[in-house]
């Protein structure tokens, strides 16, 4: 099986910033020789957002666009964790955050559908 814990929600202030981590674990994940993390977030009444993407082997990313100059995606490999940097939050921001792992992948993937495990979530409030 595959575990993704999900570390660093919480309320802040408007311009503020987060840094979320996810941690992968499990014996499936273990057998995995590529892998792609998402973060993605789902606000009350709205669709999950893809926010950004990283291919660990290589460590390339993929952003939308909507974030891109605020949030940042980074891989560490020696505690093998995923973080999204969020800087200049938005009370627009809140919502709750996921990450999600693609396996056998080399790539970013966009689309929910393109992966296989996901986190529990972690509430993030931007206060106005």
């Known amino acids: 099986q595959v575990q993704l814990v999900e570390f660093g929600g919480g309320l802040v202030q408007a311009g503020g910033s987060l840094r979320l981590s996810c941690a992968p674990s499990?014996?499936?994940?273990?057998?995995?020789?590529?892998?792609?993390i998402g973060w993605f977030r789902q606000a009350p009444g709205k669709k999950r957002e893809f926010l950004a993407s990283i291919g660990w082997n290589y460590g390339n990313t993929y952003y939308k666009d909507s974030v891109k100059g605020r949030f940042t995606i980074s891989r560490d490999n020696a505690k093998n964790t995923v973080s999204l940097q969020m800087n200049s939050l938005k009370p627009e921001d809140t919502a709750v955050y996921y990450c999600?792992?693609?396996?056998?992948?080399?790539?970013?993937?966009?689309?929910?559908?393109?992966?296989?495990?996901w986190g529990q979530g972690t509430q993030v409030t931007v206060s106005s």
């Open positions: 999600a792992l693609s396996r056998g992948v080399d790539g970013t993937p966009q689309y929910p559908a393109e992966y296989d495990y």
């Open positions: 499990g014996r499936t994940f273990s057998t995995f020789t590529s892998y792609a």
